[in-house]
């Protein structure tokens, strides 16, 4: 690891002061991310800010009924609030579905919406990796890409985001809020991640210097909903396929749906087509089927992921079959 | 039973070392305090295949606490071609010298005073290369444009290699031939024929202690302390490779932490014995866990195959052709590539066997042992390929394989009979314990449900030699002298049970040393599954002669006949005679704390197979026989597999004690479990993309089965100590077949490419749609 300078932020003021003053610092938040990137040399910064002590770690609700994170909460102590196991059941089961308990200690919910791709390549500095090192090429388009994107991708650029909480965001109309010295602002979550065009290492719409302070959640909606995630065992890996959904049945058609996906896009996917389908469709088999295949139909594929076409097809239609039969239960 | 019974044959007396197992009491090679050292990193080889023009170690050099760097060539100056090591084929250098082989492989070591600063200076080091045209996969290899090898190099260990010397343009390094009857005829004439292309990847041990090797010059000698399996293989080595005799090296050992075969042979220990004797310093050589992924791989296997069966559902010819990629060195490739090639055709009675089982060089990352032997790889063909014959013919697949197993006497293929291997009694346990007689709610949904068994057999390694040696203390405590490595399997337990029975003391008064070349008497290896009968029979002799010793002295004092004086837990007796063994060896020396002393050998015999037919009628001294059934549930939209039930049996011959043998079974059913469904080391152009734990996909606890059933089958070997044999790799052998069989049963796809992917799952549905 090179060396670096380190400063401890009490508060919210310090830390964005200290980032505007040190171009190319990072915010050190829990550390399972960056620390591990600063070690294979992926990450250099000249400055880390140490942001795990700030005052971010509360849970509010807001006037609208909604409800404020603050981004330095805890992946576990988020999935475990009682606000948030109640009221948005799917985001507790995105944050329990990921990495693992000691993990989820330490990670907070800034870290995880800006966590870096899983791509073995970009942490691979023998290999080129435009998102790395601009230019340089990308390893994984003719290389072992099992698990990377089918959406959203470009010639440059086939990484996925690897966040499960951010799955769950996504479907839910998160709002990011963001402070830096010149103020504050609000990012919805959709346009918070960007494609990666032809400029794969620009990854979100953030300034370098901005930190994120807290995400909102909009007031929740009583339809049965649901994240899934497929992986290949089943603890402690990341998804190959997953999905977030919400589904509010009424007289067999399809009132209102949220869906969003993981492990097939660089950024968390919301399937805005598949909901549009979906929509004032009968709530059925046909419907669930029509409308992964709309979603999936602009999919481009690699050698090793063709088979996320047909897992992500099939995860969508049953995980809407299952929202489908608990809503006409309830 | 009597207390001290259960410490004998046939209890389940807990191990002695499971506590500090559990509390971290027992202190591992990684844990001792070394004292002042120079801490080694490795610098290695961005390169598949290239050769080496220049190593610019400067940089690294002028750093702060960097006592030096020495780079093959460096080392070559000095051992000269002992610098080559091996167990089948000298070709391995500590250090790369003129090429490199794989990327990963070390090219230059650092010595500095602490590890971070080696490290450090690890990646100060720049290479120049000339590329020379990679062998990534086997079919670069046996295409034949580049080779890994100038020149084939068998080593002095194996005679029977010695024809290969200096062969040059060939990746393949060993050919085994099997040919019994004429299988090509047979098949072109039978009735029915099934074929498959296998393919099992390459994966990793994934032990849990990371080896280690401390190494030292003391008085002119060379001494380790290292994370080994083999010992006694070790000191030969590091003689070899510094020329010195066999007294002036030292070997030691701790309790290991795991194993699987990963720490065998030429590991850490050639690297560390030559700096620490170049260097004339204490050296410490670790591997981090990303750099254990690179040290040894198990062969990734390519097995083409057919079955053939005439009108009446009789086997007439069984066809296997199997290339097995030891990487960028031999190891022991050739072996395995000989004993698992011979039963490719499986535990079957077939008239006509062909066998090409070939081992094959190409640019990754050397394959070696591994739990199994490479057996796995050629049960995954044989097993698969009778389930589908099965299928074809309309028969239930148990009831098939059933009337076509090798029984008692029976010759194999190869030409050796079969003794104390029960196949029927394994495969009918597992059967009855998944419930394969009853009715199975197969699922109409998404969910649907399969059953499926697989048999195993397997040699165990032949010729190898055991010796013991046994000082009983005049307290009638014992110190138990073997070569045997405890990684866990337990054989420092067994082997005192095995002592106690004969010599009706308590067990838990035994202790067994850890291997120290200078103290514990030369043991061919521990692997293979060899131990509990090889050394057990050893211990089981060495007690003996303790036992007639202790028996001659107590008829001397009570001045009656040997005959007469028999050996109870309270001492010798005869008629109203009786004597403690306290008393009985204090009265002989007439002084306190004296031991007598008793050794012994075993050692197993074989007949070489014939070089033509691949045929001999003793090619082992036992056999193994194992038998693996699953109940499994198929998620037909994500193409996961549930395993509901596994139940895995082996003949032991005679459990010494059950409980360890439920224990080796189960373990080995989960490891097999991740070879089925799981694991695999995935390489892009030679480079190791999943070397991590993150990235490497062990199973977790999570997908472990609902219920896991080892079963102990018993059909005790007329020589095994008390009829025992080992039972380490038994229960491996079938589980992937038994899985990949469950899955044809449940969604009527079979595939033939391990592990059994969601999208491999997937995908075979689509097409079959
Ligand atoms: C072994 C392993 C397995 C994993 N498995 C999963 C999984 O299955 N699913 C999953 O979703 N995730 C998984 N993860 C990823 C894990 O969720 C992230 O590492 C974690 O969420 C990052 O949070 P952190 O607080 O530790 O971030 P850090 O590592 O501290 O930071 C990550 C990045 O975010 C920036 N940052 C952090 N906080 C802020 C802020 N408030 N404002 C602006 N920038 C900020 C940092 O500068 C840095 O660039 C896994 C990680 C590991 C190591
Ligand atoms: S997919 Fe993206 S992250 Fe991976 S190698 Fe290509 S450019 Fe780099």
Avoid at chain 1, 117 to 132: E, I, L, N, S, V
Avoid at chain 1, 245 to 270: F, N
Wanted: aromatic fraction near 6%; include cysteine.
């Amino acid at each position: 690891m090179k060396d670096f300078a380190y400063v401890a932020a009490p508060d919210v003021a310090t830390a964005v002061r200290a980032a505007a003053d040190a171009p190319g610092a990072r915010f050190l938040a829990g550390g399972t991310n960056l620390v591990d990137l600063m070690r294979q040399h992926v990450e250099r910064p000249d400055t880390v800010v140490d942001i795990s002590r700030l005052p971010l770690t509360s849970v509010e609700e807001t006037k609208s009924g909604g409800l404020r994170i603050g981004a330095l909460m805890r992946n576990s102590d988020l999935a475990a609030h009682p606000l948030v196991r109640t009221r948005y059941p799917m985001l507790t089961q995105a944050l329990l579905a990921g990495a693992s308990a000691q993990l989820r200690n330490m990670a907070t919910v800034g870290g995880n919406l800006l966590q870096r791709t899983r791509c073995p390549y970009f942490y691979d500095r023998a290999t080129p990796c435009h998102k790395r090192e601009p230019g340089t090429g990308c390893a994984a388009v003719g290389g072992f890409n099992r698990s990377h994107a089918i959406l959203g991708t470009s010639a440059s650029c086939v990484a996925t985001h690897p966040s499960d909480m951010c799955v769950a965001l996504a479907a839910l109309d998160a709002v990011v809020e963001v402070e830096d010295v010149r103020g504050t602002r609000r990012i919805p979550l959709a346009d918070l991640h960007r494609l990666p065009g032809d400029t794969p290492h620009l990854e979100t719409t953030l300034a370098p210097d901005e930190l994120i302070t807290s995400v909102e959640l909009p007031a929740p909606a009583a339809a049965p909903s649901r994240y899934r995630k497929v992986r290949d065992r089943a603890s402690f890996a990341f998804a190959l396929v997953s999905v977030a959904a919400a589904l509010e049945v009424t007289d067999g058609t399809v009132a209102a749906v949220r869906l969003a996906l993981g492990g097939v896009a660089p950024k968390p996917w919301r399937a805005v087509e598949a909901e549009r389908v979906l929509t004032g469709a009968p709530a059925t088999e046909e419907s669930f089927r029509a409308a992964a295949d709309a979603e999936l139909a602009p999919a481009v594929t690699l050698d090793g992921n063709e088979f996320k076409v047909e897992l992500a097809r099939r995860t969508i239609v049953a995980t809407l079959r299952d929202l489908a039969r608990e809503g006409s239960r309830a | 039973m009597r207390e001290i019974e259960q410490s004998w044959v046939g209890g389940s007396r807990p191990r002695f070392d499971t506590a500090g197992r559990v509390r971290g009491m027992i202190a591992h090679v990684g844990d001792q305090a070394v004292g002042a050292a120079a801490h080694v990193a490795v610098h290695r080889a961005t390169q598949p295949h290239a050769r080496i023009e220049a190593v610019h170690v400067d940089e690294a050099l002028a750093m702060p606490g960097v006592y030096g760097v020495v780079t093959g060539a460096d080392l070559y100056k000095q051992l000269g071609d002992r610098l080559l090591t091996g167990p089948a084929f000298a070709d391995q250098p500590a250090l790369a010298h003129e090429k490199v082989r794989y990327v990963g492989e070390p090219v230059a070591a650092v010595l500095a005073a602490d590890l971070a600063t080696a490290r450090a200076a690890t990646d100060a080091i720049w290479v120049d290369y000339e590329d020379l045209p990679p062998v990534y996969d086997l079919a670069d290899a046996l295409a034949g444009t580049a080779y890994v090898h100038d020149e084939l190099r068998p080593s002095s260990v194996f005679g029977d290699l010695k024809h290969l010397r200096g062969v040059r343009d060939t990746n393949v390094n060993y050919t085994y031939n099997l040919r019994t009857g004429d299988a090509e005829a047979a098949r072109d004439a039978g009735a029915h024929t099934v074929t498959g292309e296998f393919w099992a990847p390459p994966t990793h041990h994934v032990p849990i202690e990371l080896p280690c090797t401390i190494a030292w010059v003391d008085s002119g000698r060379l001494e380790m302390l290292t994370t080994t399996q083999t010992p006694s293989y070790v000191r030969q080595t590091i003689a070899d490779l510094l020329d010195l005799p066999l007294s002036r090296v030292r070997v030691t050992t701790r309790p290991l932490g795991g194993s699987f075969g990963a720490k065998m042979y030429d590991r850490l220990e050639p690297l560390a014995a030559a700096l620490a004797w170049t260097a004339g310093r204490r050296v410490r050589v670790t591997a981090t866990r990303e750099e254990a992924f690179l040290l040894t791989t198990r062969h990734g296997a390519a097995v083409s195959s057919s079955l053939t069966a005439d009108a009446e559902g009789n086997l007439v010819s069984s066809v296997a052709d199997v290339r097995y990629d030891t990487g960028a060195y031999a190891d022991v490739g050739p072996r395995i590539t000989a004993k698992s090639g011979m039963v490719a055709p499986g535990p079957y009675r077939i008239a006509n066997a062909r066998v090409l089982s070939r081992c094959v060089y190409t640019n990754k990352p050397s394959a070696g042992p591994f739990r199994g032997f490479g057996v796995p790889q050629v049960t995954w063909s044989h097993e698969s390929l009778i389930d589908e014959l099965a299928h074809e013919l309309g028969e239930d697949p148990y009831a098939f394989r059933r009337r076509h197993l090798l029984r008692e006497g029976d010759e194999a293929p190869m030409g050796t009979r079969m003794h104390s291997a029960d196949f029927v009694g394994c495969l009918d346990a597992v059967a009855n314990a998944i419930g394969w007689f009853d009715p199975l709610d197969r699922g109409t949904g998404r969910i649907r449900r399969g059953r499926g068994v697989a048999v195993g057999v397997k040699a165990v390694l032949t010729p190898t030699i055991a010796n013991a040696v046994l000082q009983l203390n005049q307290d009638n405590s014992a110190t138990l002298l073997i070569s045997t490595v405890d990684m866990g399997q337990g054989s420092d337990t067994i082997m005192a049970q095995i002592a106690a029975d004969v010599l009706r003391m308590d067990s838990r008064r035994i202790h067994v040393v850890r291997a120290d070349t200078d103290a514990t008497p030369y043991d061919t290896i521990t692997a293979g599954s060899r131990s509990t009968y090889h050394t057990g029979n050893a211990v089981r002799r060495v007690a003996e002669a303790m036992r007639d010793k202790l028996i001659g002295l107590a008829a001397e004092r009570f001045g009656v006949p040997a005959e007469e004086v028999s050996l109870t837990p309270d001492g010798p007796r005869a008629g109203s005679h009786e004597v403690t063994v306290a008393e009985l060896v204090h009265g002989h020396f007439g002084a306190r704390g004296a031991t007598l002393t008793t050794e012994a050998n075993y050692t197993s015999s074989w007949t070489p197979y014939d070089k033509e037919t691949g045929r001999s009628d003793k090619v082992t001294e036992h056999w193994f026989a194992g038998a693996v059934g699953a109940r499994i549930a198929v998620d037909t939209a994500t193409g996961r597999v549930r395993i509901e039930h596994l139940a895995v049996a082996g003949d032991v011959g005679r459990a010494i004690n059950p409980t360890l043998v439920e224990q080796q079974l189960s373990g080995a059913a989960i490891m097999g479990i991740g070879h089925a469904l799981f694991d695999q080391l995935v390489l892009d152009q030679g480079q190791l993309i999943n070397g991590t734990l993150l990235d490497y996909q062990l199973p977790s606890i999570r997908d472990l089965p609902d219920q896991l059933t080892p079963i102990v089958v018993e059909s005790p070997h007329d020589d095994g100590p008390f009829g025992a044999k080992g039972v380490g790799e038994t229960g491996i052998l079938g589980v992937a077949p038994a899985i990949a069989n469950a899955v044809r049963d449940a969604v009527g796809v079979r595939l033939t490419r391990l592990p059994l992917t969601p999208e491999s799952i997937t995908m075979a549905l689509e097409e079959n749609q």
